[in-house]
């Protein structure tokens, strides 16, 4: 962790809570066991943060972040963390959503960034057709907010949650047996 990389991720962060008229940025670490580390991300929080007096600030621990997800997941907008508490993070959310089959990634830096579903590659599955593409779809969504194309996204948001909500079509993880083909033909059908 260095100093420039805390202040690029939380600025990220206060900058897509700004952007997209959400109310709070919440930092995630473990500052009083890791104090250089967590303290150094916790000290770049409240720095950043002061920019932003129009959006809530909260700081919280890893462990009981974790629960309070559990409990009360309406209650955060945007969370900020290291990669590490970042990935513990984003698999507990995918369970919120549905399962890692509908978890969306993105990794946005200054300059470039790299889209992948959370749940990376899933090798073991290669050939089966049976993997939830709804993750990919949703990943393709990001990419195309991120490159300026806020309509396609969204026509791109409102096919998936289409196909979600009338629970026709899907993969073995929402019981049902389609393949992973017919899945994303169907996304492309509401499109």
Same mark, same amino acid.
């Given at each position: ?92 959310? +995918?369970?919120?959503? #549905?399962? &890692?089959?509908? %978890?969306? $990634?993105?990794? /946005? ?40 194309? +806020?309509?396609?996204? #969204?026509? &791109?948001?409102? %096919?998936? $949650?289409?196909? /979600? ?27």
């Amino acid at each position: 962790m260095s100093r420039q990389g805390c202040r690029s991720i939380v600025t990220q962060a206060f900058e897509y809570a700004r952007k997209h008229g959400r109310k709070s940025v919440t930092v995630v670490d473990k500052p009083n066991v890791l104090r250089e580390t967590g303290g150094l991300m916790i000290r770049t929080f409240r720095e950043v943060a002061a920019g932003y007096p129009e959006i809530k600030r909260y700081e919280t621990n890893i462990d009981a972040q974790c629960m309070w997800l559990i409990k009360n997941p309406g209650d955060y907008d945007v969370l900020v963390a290291e990669n590490m508490f970042g990935d513990i993070l984003s698999d507990l959310c +995918a369970a919120l959503v #549905g399962g &890692l089959g509908f %978890a969306s $990634a993105a990794n /946005i830096g200054d300059h470039y960034a790299v889209f992948e579903p959370t749940h990376g590659s899933a090798p073991k599955y290669a050939g089966q057709y049976k993997v939830n593409p709804m993750a990919m779809l949703l990943t393709c969504k990001l990419m195309l907010d991120w490159l300026g194309e +806020a309509d396609a996204a #969204g026509r &791109l948001e409102t %096919a998936i $949650a289409t196909v /979600i909500k009338e629970g026709r079509v899907g993969t073995y993880d929402v019981k049902l047996n389609n393949t992973t083909l017919e899945v994303a033909e169907e996304v492309a059908r509401q499109l």
